[in-house]
């Protein structure tokens, strides 16, 4: 399987070489660990790469392939790594909402924010890509390998248009700067329809057929629903 990945995943560069990447790792920095991803062809020079967990340690990127082709007799081995160091986050961020806000309304966003041992008190931070009204809170307390509840409030001028798309982001971070992290909310303006028309309910036409015993009749009812006013057909009584 792995093989087969690494045939999808080649191409030519501009003097006819074949390039083929083999691998792309999160070694880590100061040891011999390692965490591969499968690598996904995307075509060109694009590649998709799934990493299934992100280690705890400091790692940096590694990238490995090979060169063939003209002008090279013999396939090339290269390897490329990224010249800063990273590390996961040790906060964890959820944050629950519906999707709809509406124009002029409040809307509140509870998340839970959890860490990985440094207790103390969170600086919270949110904001959005439309300039929106966020009213949130200045810290959150958080004893060490907890968790705790918070809350922000989001606000939409009144006269917003229906269907406007926002990006909502809530930000934790650690006492002293030490580490940080986030989590992104998508969400769609949508303005409540109010609908104070009945709908029309015309009969169109009607066939029975009742002898004596009608629990053995068929009968046929043609009806049309309309509510060209309104938010949609609602019902006839």
Known sequence: MVEEIHQKSAYQDSR????TVTD?????????????GNIQYLGGTDYLVHIQSIPEWAFMVQLKGRLSGSPRSSP????????????????KM?????????????????FKLTNN??????????????????????????????SAQ??????????????TDVT?????????????????????????VTDVSRPVCKLMSIKSDCPLECSSASWELFANFTDGNGGGAGGCG
């Open 76 to 91: 090339v081995h290269f390897q490329r790594q990224s010249p800063t160091q990273q590390r996961s986050s040790g906060i």
């Open 94 to 110: 959820m944050a629950e909402s519906q999707n709809i806000l509406q124009p002029g309304i409040p809307l509140n966003v509870s």
């Open 24 to 36: 792309v790792l999160l070694a880590e920095a100061l040891g011999t660990n390692a965490v591969y």
């Open 150 to 163: 918070g809350s922000v409030t989001l606000t939409d001028p009144s006269n917003t248009e229906s269907g």
């Open 16 to 19: 006819g070489e074949s390039v």
């Open 168 to 192: 909502f982001t809530i930000e934790a971070e650690a006492p002293g700067s030490a580490d940080l992290n986030y989590v992104t909310l998508r969400l769609t303006v949508t303005a409540e």
């Open 117 to 146: 041992g440094t207790a103390g008190h969170y600086t919270i931070k949110a904001q959005n890509d439309r300039g929106f009204k966020v009213s949130v809170p200045s810290f959150l307390n958080v004893e060490a390998r907890g």
